[in-house]
């Protein structure tokens, strides 16, 4: 009986598929969680330069509608978070110490949630500004 026991003592077969059983679930949850940063990061981006070019179109047609300088920022924006995204407007008159143009700040949030729940990340609010000139 001793002898069966010190076999099974001294066999390293399965030494590997232990040791992988202990170290994938880490790896595995640092791998996504890079994905996930990356994939936070290309949002973010995405919504600074939807917001620029709302701006820069506000900007350009200066009796154009909010609505419509909305719509042109979704435009921009990667399909499906377009849905999701709170535009606001802030005026500021005599900006740049002139009386005829308007200074509008285009504000844009995303209330960005990571897809993996269960590693337990905090969901974030991406948010990008943009300044508007207008002539009045």
Avoid at 69 to 98: H, R
Wanted: proline content about 4%.
């Amino acid at each position: 009986m001793w002898a069966k026991f010190s076999r099974i003592r001294f066999d390293r077969c399965g030494n590997a598929a232990l040791e992988f059983a202990f170290v994938a679930p880490v790896f595995i949850a640092l791998l996504l969680g890079a994905v996930e940063l990356g994939r936070m990061f290309y949002v973010r981006q995405c919504l600074e330069y939807a917001t620029q070019q709302a701006a820069r179109y506000y900007s350009l047609n200066p009796g154009t509608t909010t609505t419509d300088v909305t719509s042109k920022l979704n435009s921009y924006l990667v399909p499906g978070i377009s849905s999701n995204v709170t535009v606001s407007y802030a005026d500021t008159a005599n900006c740049n110490a002139n009386v005829n143009v308007i200074c509008t700040t285009v504000t844009s949030t995303y209330p960005f949630s990571f897809a993996e729940s269960y590693l337990h990340l905090a969901p974030k609010t991406l948010v990008a500004s943009s300044q508007a000139v207008r002539q009045q």
